[in-house]
């Protein structure tokens, strides 16, 4: 091994040999690339407004690491949703069976419940559901509070007890979280003050019992759900564990004993770059948190569940790549444990095959990609460190703004932080609807003749919501939803017509000119107006405006779209769009029109597609129109 890693006497350290350039002549190169444009042009922007730059210089300063709590290997876990609980123990023991570490059990009402999870918590039902289950063996189990499983916890330790397994040789997460599950359903059932000691006694009552894992959980996937930012996320996440410190040691737990009860949990997206420095920004802003209270900092516990938001229900197999970019970016920045949804999670509850890809996306990044050999990979990395730190200004200032409102319950109960959200929220999904944004699948290279998955259940909206107890504390809710859905509803909407008429709405591609001249905005209209439903029929390459009505007459569509270049649309788009015109078409016409515009609408054309307009709202109309 010594021989593999030391340097041979006739190799050379090439470091030296040859010139490392300068940003100056990397600029150089960019500047003539864009051949005059704005560098700006490469720099993105997030729903927050920050920068990210195409090129960042090593860092310099040192930086603290992000460790996990426990160093190595993150915990793989299996995600336990079926509303029978016999049928959810199996699908349990096949996953710690096929290589899971632990279990992610996910009961109606709660976060993570996206259209399923248990519906029972009485004993017989968590017996059913941990039968066979060696908890004595301390393996991770999470446990997804929810208003409708308000025995759940209880019912868990009887469970324990009834096994004679001591509590301190475990790893559940009880899941605690009245102020994320407030977020989320719009209700406390009583006011902070009231809900602060009922939670503390809680805590209190499972820490004394010996549990140690996460007995409270600060959990931001709501926000990331709802549309919120990274920023939005850290603060509330911040904030809420702030709030459960508060509560403990008011109610009489140490400051020591009370921080080593509260965990942090996170979405993770198939944004790499942001996801691995959120990931990394929350173990610092709990570091500071923890030095502002006089503790010497300890790395926090944090959970991960890949992203409910950017799933997408139809052309579902891209979910297991957009799965896998949020696994790696999880793992490298630093989660404890990582819960991969199914990639049919969008459908329903998973079959055995969904599941098993769920977890062999963490196994094979493990153990052929090895990502969790090195802790912390991405440190000193100079994008990661200014992503990471930029997070944590920003983060921190909207702790604080929070703060300033009296804190999370109170910032809950004004509405002011669902306000903020939901501003971010509609900036994201207007760039979802330009495709800004774009979602594999939805408003991107839709597969428009795909067939359905199986799931072992329907997804059911009923087991998202939670009833308010008479009395509650109401406020504003923050709603789950996922990016893709606008488009999926109008591919809905399509396959009824389909199913009633027999056929799927159409539009007629009236392709002008060569094949070299159209067959860009030909595939490019193809792909926009499928992403609605309406499915394209190429039409002739042919110089003949009657040839080209024909076709369209024995398309059976009700929409035509003109395809073609600039220079062709000159000479050759108004004498086709008026003989389409008379052929009954509604016309579109693919690409940017500039000075063409007035001509074309002239012609009759009322509609444009281009990069960049508002292809939900075009195709909302369009759809409509091609019935």
Not at 46 to 75: F, K, N, Q, V
Not at 224 to 252: C, K, M, P, W
Not at 425 to 434: C, F, M, N, S, T
Request: with cysteine.
């Amino acid at each position: 091994m010594r021989g593999q890693v030391q340097m041979s006497a006739n190799e050379t350290a090439i470091a030296g040999v040859f010139p490392q350039p300068t940003e100056d002549q990397w600029r150089k190169l960019v500047d003539k690339a864009l051949k005059g444009g704005s560098f700006d042009q490469l720099v993105s922007k997030t729903c927050d407004g920050a920068a990210i730059a195409p090129l960042y210089p090593r860092a310099r300063a040192e930086a603290p690491r992000a460790l996990r709590r426990t160093p190595g290997r993150w915990s793989i876990l299996g995600r336990v949703d079926l509303a029978d609980a016999e049928a959810a123990n199996g699908f349990a023991l096949e996953d710690l069976e096929g290589g899971a570490d632990g279990l992610h059990v996910v009961f109606a009402g709660s976060q993570g419940a996206y259209g399923a999870g248990l519906t029972s918590d009485s004993d017989e039902t968590i017996a059913h559901l941990l039968a066979n289950v060696r908890l004595d063996y301390g393996i991770p189990v999470l446990i997804e509070a929810s208003p409708r499983a308000p025995n759940a916890a209880a019912a868990i330790m009887r469970h324990v007890d009834g096994h004679h397994i001591d509590p301190s040789i475990t790893r559940i997460s009880f899941g605690l979280d009245p102020l994320g599950l407030q977020a989320l359903h719009g209700f406390a059932a009583a006011p902070w003050a009231q809900g602060a000691k009922t939670f503390a006694d809680s805590v209190t009552t499972i820490a004394k019992a010996g549990y140690a894992a996460g007995a409270a959980v600060a959990d931001a996937r709501v926000v990331h759900a709802a549309g919120g930012s990274e920023t939005q996320e850290l603060a509330f996440a911040i904030a809420a564990a702030v709030a459960y410190l508060r509560a403990l040691t008011d109610n009489g737990l140490d400051i020591e004993t009370a921080r080593s009860l509260i965990a942090l949990r996170f979405a993770a997206d198939a944004d790499e770059f942001m996801g691995v420095a959120k990931f990394r920004a929350a173990r610092r802003l709990w570091a500071r948190v923890e030095e502002a209270c006089g503790l010497a900092p300890k790395p926090a516990l944090i959970f991960a569940e890949t992203a409910w938001r950017m799933m997408s229900r139809r052309d579902p197999w891209n979910n297991i790549l957009r799965g896998t970019l949020a696994t790696f970016s999880a793992a490298v920045g630093g989660a404890d444990t990582i819960t991969v949804l199914p990639f049919t999670q969008a459908s329903g509850a998973a079959d055995g095959f969904a599941r098993r890809l769920a977890r062999d996306t963490q196994l094979v990044l493990q153990d052929e990609s090895h990502i969790d050999v090195v802790d912390d990979p991405t440190s000193g990395a100079g994008g990661f460190e200014a992503l990471t730190q930029d997070l944590c200004d920003r983060a921190w200032a909207a702790f604080q703004e929070i703060e300033a409102e009296g804190g999370l319950p109170a910032a809950l109960e004004k509405g002011s932080f669902q306000g903020r959200v939901a501003a971010t929220a509609g900036e994201r999904a207007k760039r979802v609807a330009r495709a800004k944004e774009k979602v594999i699948g939805a408003n991107e290279f839709p597969d428009i003749h795909e067939k359905p998955l199986d799931v072992v259940a329907p997804f059911d909206a009923s087991r998202q919501g939670a009833q308010a107890p008479a009395g509650a504390t109401k406020s504003a809710a923050l709603t789950p939803h996922r990016l893709s859905e606008p488009f999926e509803r109008l591919r809905d909407d399509s396959d009824a017509f389909a199913q009633k008429s027999g056929a799927r709405p159409k539009v007629f591609l009236a392709n002008l000119g060569t094949v070299a001249a159209f067959t860009a905005r030909a595939n490019f209209a193809k792909n926009f107006f499928e992403a609605g439903g309406i499915e394209a029929v190429f039409g002739p390459e042919t110089q003949s405006t009657g040839d080209l009505a024909a076709a369209f007459r024995a398309s059976g569509a009700k929409l035509a779209c003109l395809c073609s270049s600039d220079k062709i649309y000159a000479d050759a788009a108004e004498p086709a769009a008026v003989a389409l015109k008379g052929a009954g078409a509604t016309l579109y016409s693919a690409g940017r029109p500039g000075d063409l515009e007035e001509m074309l609408r002239k012609a009759g054309v009322t509609g444009f597609i281009y990069v960049g307009c508002d292809m939900f709202d075009v195709l909302r109309r369009a759809l409509e129109e091609a019935k």
